[in-house]
């Protein structure tokens, strides 16, 4: 038997055991090695707080609506394994199956757990993970596409000053994609010292703390008065909102990529955002049409990241941190995940 982590209830992991069945002829099965999870929409699910608990995103009304009451509520607890991205070993593939083969290391989606039987036809989203590149960088591959969707949504340009509020796998990469992509100055913010600290020594030029310092009166003495061009906010927090918006030069765009929940209170729009033309664009690479549909869709986004990722022109080795095995994956994601994120910014496992 094997083993996978399982949400079991609201705020509870366990590993339990599964039994996989045989493989399909399209289909090859992998050993994993190492695995991560999100720490941002999943943890709204885990939570238990998800709009997606009893409504259901409708694509034709483009709404939320109520889900039938017969139908199963949005979270599976005792069902779902936990976990985004895993990189692992064929060890298993079937006869229709022509371009993966035993023994390469690949990288896909998908939760936590000691195997995975994936589709190897036609799916570009099982990626062969080539030498030289590391496991971290792999199992990045979905944050670093929100980032680039916040970066390309904002309409950045080379020169533009930058600031990245929220410092997790998603604002990480994001501030690094900025200097890659010719921002002249990118300052990060985040309320945890060791979130700031990765991100100036992966080439951040300026790092403030929301707690201790006024971040848009900051961001404006650090650029003249004038504020920044671009923010790129990945927080979800009412307070960095806000911040944004006394931050933001007249006329500029912040990219809002976080997952926001409810605001009970702190935005107030009749302050700089009624004065200075400010710009918010909601942006989330998943949702298709892609604003620069049909030059760029998902798929696009998606070849794009993992050749940064591949190449090594966006380094993740700071930001899987902290990593544990995977017999203590459980209580390290309630731990780090939920309970104390301020130990981490994206939970890395590893398996024997």
Not at 111 to 116: L, N, Q
Not at 149 to 159: E, F, K, N, T
Not at 195 to 215: C, H, I, K, N, Y
Not at 288 to 313: F, H, K, Q, V
Request: hydrophobic content about 40%; overall charge negative.
């Amino acid at each position: 038997m094997y083993k996978q982590l399982v949400a079991v209830a609201p705020g509870k992991a366990e590993l339990r055991e599964y039994e996989d069945r045989e493989i399909l002829p399209n289909e090859v099965k992998v050993k994993v090695k190492y695995a991560s999870p999100k720490h941002g929409s999943e943890l709204a699910d885990f939570r238990g707080i998800t709009p997606f608990m009893n409504e259901q995103y409708d694509p034709e009304w483009k709404l939320f609506l109520p889900r039938d009451p017969k139908e199963e509520r949005g979270v599976r607890f005792g069902a779902w394994n936990l976990g985004n991205q895993w990189v692992g070993e064929i060890i298993e593939v079937g006869n229709e199956v022509k371009e993966f083969h035993v023994g390469e290391i690949v990288c896909s989606y998908g939760g936590i757990r000691e195997t995975h039987i994936v589709n190897a036809v036609d799916n570009y989203r099982l990626r062969k993970v080539p030498d030289g590149m590391t496991w971290k960088n792999a199992v990045c591959y979905d944050p670093a596409q929100f980032a680039l969707g916040g970066i390309r949504d904002s309409h950045m340009r080379p020169g533009d000053r930058v600031a990245v509020i929220g410092l997790g796998a998603i604002g990480q990469i994001a501030a690094q994609m900025a200097k890659q992509y010719g921002a002249s100055y990118v300052a990060v913010v985040d309320p945890i010292r060791l979130r700031r600290e990765v991100a100036l020594r992966a080439g951040a030029d300026e790092a403030f703390d929301p707690l201790s310092q006024d971040v848009g009166l900051e961001l404006k003495k650090s650029t003249g008065k004038m504020g920044v061009d671009v923010i790129i906010e990945t927080s979800a927090s009412v307070q960095a909102l806000q911040a944004s918006l006394r931050g933001l030069a007249y006329g500029g765009t912040i990219a809002y990529v976080g997952w926001a929940k409810e605001f009970p209170g702190g935005l107030h729009l009749g302050r700089e955002a009624h004065y200075n033309n400010a710009k918010i664009v909601f942006s989330r690479v998943a949702s298709e049409p892609n604003p620069d549909y049909p030059r760029w869709n998902r798929r696009r986004i998606e070849e794009t990241c993992w050749e940064m990722l591949a190449s090594g022109r966006i380094n993740c080795e700071e930001i899987i941190f902290p990593v544990v095995p995977f017999e203590e994956s459980a209580e390290a994601y309630c731990r780090y995940v939920d309970q104390h994120p301020e130990s981490s910014i994206k939970l890395g496992v590893t398996f024997d």
